[in-house]
């Protein structure tokens, strides 16, 4: 990277943190409001206005700043937008990570914005939005909570592990099937335990902090995941496949 | 008239919110974890130094009241509730959690009279929410009153439950059979704090429309039942009766109509009785 270069994406990061907080105060107001509710996928993949506003919020923030950079969107995409990470430098963004705890007021929702360029993520901000908590990480800067250096926890023995992971928006008995016995197995190593918060965004922020061991999820979308990768990473941890391979930014 | 049990309530959120502190600052250290029931059942000497202060502070102010706690019973004390005012106490909820570091930690302080639970205290120390609800008198989260949520439609609702620390192959079979089961519904969520004290809150709250769980223990459920019901809420046992607090199982919900259809999902396994004579018990 050029020195410019640098200094360009320190000063994309500082607009990412500005905006994911003013994002956060959006989603704080309309969590207390009547919500409109439609579904995407399934019945159970929820989506509404606020998912929509909060993206349009930041996405016209930032291509305000930098318009020549690219973005990839939850809600754009699901409205037909191309999900493709070229070179370009690219923002990646979930509005609102846990769109069914806003619907339902459960205290576990975020805004991610991550940030690639060549294909290469470069820094992550997460945002929590009911209890203000901001993750923040920048390639080879180190993991921040709230600005306090972050690290993942010690442990190798996976019978003294915490696991965290999401159940996704499918339910069928075949998928249900799959998600139950592999939670089974860990909880046979005997792991000490399973979590399931409902945003997969801070579930990956408590694997930074040390406060659980892994997360594993099957029909994640590279916006869940692109802001919480940079975290983990600079907090020493490691991203990767649920086949043991190198983990694909957009493969599910 | 005067409220006769608010005195104690009052000091019950005094010790809540003393043990917070001990439990934020033993986070600061290094801990040593033990096991009681399995490898996965794991009890610190925070956990026992939470219940020593609770006991020997409400044996100076309350010398006349009972009291049963989770290590106390662990160390052989009898779990058995009578008509005397007793203290019903779990001093660190969400252990695991705790050993972890994982956000969910709460100490939790019910109380009964006569056998009827008057007040409940949760502390969910992490977070700083203190929960509190006298009987007849509202619940509240840091002052502002609570609401169950008003779904009627289980298929909207977020449930809550755990898998608990039993790790016998038909035990945990039942646990997913149910948590399928009720997963097809199709519910909108399932969710697990890892403490069911704190997971009675969010019903309470109106975050999750129900909880339920088979392996608690009454020192889980007696602060949140109260918090639950005076929120609007309602509690059952899995079978539909109603809660029997020491039969080790608890359907907590924002309503009837949610209790009884997220009922008809649950397979119920057995677990011996918290009251049951210290000899028959695992």
């Known amino acids: 990277m050029t020195s410019t270069e640098i200094k360009c994406w320190g000063e994309c990061m500082d607009v990412a943190v500005q905006i994911a907080h003013k994002a956060g105060k959006v989603v704080q107001e309309a969590v207390k409001q009547e919500k409109r ?5 399934t019945p159970t993949d929820l989506v509404t206005e606020a998912d929509q506003q909060v993206e349009d919020l930041i996405i016209s923030t930032l291509r305000e700043k930098f318009p020549s950079h690219r973005f990839i969107g939850e809600e754009s995409s699901a409205a037909g937008e191309k999900c493709i990470l070229t070179d370009e ?19 576990m929702v975020a805004v991610s914005i991550g940030f690639a ?65 592999n939670m089974l197995k860990l909880l046979s190593a005997p792991a000490h335990g399973v979590r399931i918060i409902g945003s997969s965004t801070l579930a990956l922020c ?24 940079v975290i983990i990473r600079e907090a020493g941890g490691c991203v990767i496949d649920t086949s043991g391979e190198p983990w694909d930014g957009c493969f599910r | 008239m005067p409220d006769l049990w608010q005195e104690a309530m009052d000091h019950a959120v005094v010790l809540a919110r003393k043990s917070g502190e001990i439990v934020r600052e033993a986070l600061q250290n290094e801990m040593k974890v033990m096991c009681k029931s399995s490898s ?21 102010k ?112 039942k646990i997913f059979s149910s948590m399928r089961k009720v997963l097809c519904l199709p519910i909108h969520g399932m969710r697990g704090a890892g403490t069911a004290a704190t997971n009675m809150c969010l019903v309470a709250a109106g975050s ?27 509690l059952m046992d899995v079978g539909g009766g109603p809660l029997d607090m020491m039969s080790r199982r608890v359907v907590a919900a924002n309503n009837k109509t949610i209790a009884q259809r997220l009922i008809k999902e649950i397979e119920a396994y057995p677990a011996t009785r918290d009251d049951a004579p210290i000899d028959s018990k695992e």
Not at chain 1, 89 to 107: A, E, K, L, M, R
Not at chain 2, 45 to 54: A, M, N, P, R, S
Request: aromatic fraction near 10%.
């Open chain 1, 206 to 229: 408590h694997i930074a902090t040390g406060a659980a061991e892994a997360y594993y999820q099957y029909g994640l979308h590279c916006w869940d995941i692109a802001a919480a990768a």
């Open chain 2, 208 to 234: 999750a429309e129900a909880y339920y769980e088979i392996g608690i223990h009454c020192w889980d459920i007696a602060a949140g039942a109260v918090i639950v019901s005076e929120a609007g809420g309602v």
């Open chain 1, 117 to 181: 360029v060549k294909k290469e993520l470069e820094f992550g901000v997460i945002y929590h939005c009911f209890d203000g908590t901001l993750y923040t990480a920048r390639r080879g800067h180190g993991a921040f909570c709230n600005g306090t250096p972050i690290q993942v926890s010690k442990e190798k023995d996976i019978s003294k592990a915490l696991i965290l992971t999401e159940i996704g928006a499918k339910r069928d008995p075949a998928t249900l099937e799959i998600f139950s016995g």
């Open chain 2, 40 to 60: 996965v059942d794991l009890v610190t000497k925070t956990d026992q130094k939470v219940e020593q202060l609770i006991i020997a502070s409400v044996k100076d």
């Open chain 1, 37 to 41: 509710v439609s579904s995407k996928s």
């Open chain 1, 89 to 107: 430098p690219t923002w990646i963004i979930d509005p609102i990570d846990g769109t069914c705890n806003f619907v339902h007021s459960f205290p």
């Open chain 2, 62 to 173: 309350f010398p006349t009241h009972s009291f049963i706690g989770e290590e106390s019973v662990a160390a052989g004390q009898p779990c058995i509730l009578s008509d005397n005012p007793t203290w019903i106490v779990d001093p660190v909820d969400g252990t695991t959690n705790f050993v972890h570091g994982y956000p969910f930690i709460a100490i939790s302080i019910g109380f009964a009279a006569d056998k009827q639970l008057e007040f409940g205290v949760v502390y969910s120390c992490l977070e700083d929410k203190m929960y509190t609800a006298r009987k007849g008198k509202g619940a509240f989260c840091n002052g502002q009153p609570l609401q169950v949520s008003d779904q009627t439609d289980i298929n909207q609702s977020i449930i809550a439950t755990e898998f608990g620390s039993n790790r016998d192959p038909e035990v945990v079979d």
